[in-house]
């Protein structure tokens, strides 16, 4: 996970659901994939704003051909862009990458359920582990509160050591018609699932 990523808790979030925050002003908080490209340019807005207005913005680094085969989580508040990260599919682990949210809109309760969004989605879709990357110690202690752990030592990227991240989904809920995985294939409810959108499969 890019920028020192805070890893949520819990099944509280899912497609299109609102969240109520605490305080003066109550916040609606709205997470969901990117499906448009209104969506989409919503996402590359709140990347910039975060990423390339710091000393190390560079355009490059931060928008590469990858966001063209990766899912794309988007959190709104009060119907503003606030927040965003990506997510790239491999075999054993979904990659969570490029976190970005408003200076304006950062609290512990958007980081949680940003990225709640995205843990219930690798759970729902069978994964049992997401991966990432910390930028500093203090995301390194956050994972580590909430269950993830040090996956090995620091790497370099774009010129600063990070820190590989891993996390389990245990206790997560698996879509039903998807937790046998591909053996699965043929059966009418797997069928199914596969051709659903894929927000959809965290309701289920």
Known sequence: MDGGVYIGEGNASYASATFESSGIEQNKIVVTLVSSERDRAEIIAIRSMVWLATSKGNFNS?????????????????????????????????????????????????FRQLVGFALDLCAAKGYRQVIGMSRDAKGVAFWRRLGGELAGVPVEWNGESVYPMRMSLTGRRVHPALARGAEAAGDPEFELALSLPEAELIRC
């Open 62 to 110: 931060h928008f590469d051909s990858n966001d063209w085969c990766s899912s794309h989580v988007l959190m709104r508040v009060n119907g503003e862009p606030a927040g965003t990260l990506r997510i790239r599919w491999f075999p054993d682990a979904p990659r969570f990458e490029r976190m970005a949210i408003r200076d304006e809109y950062r609290s512990l309760k958007a």
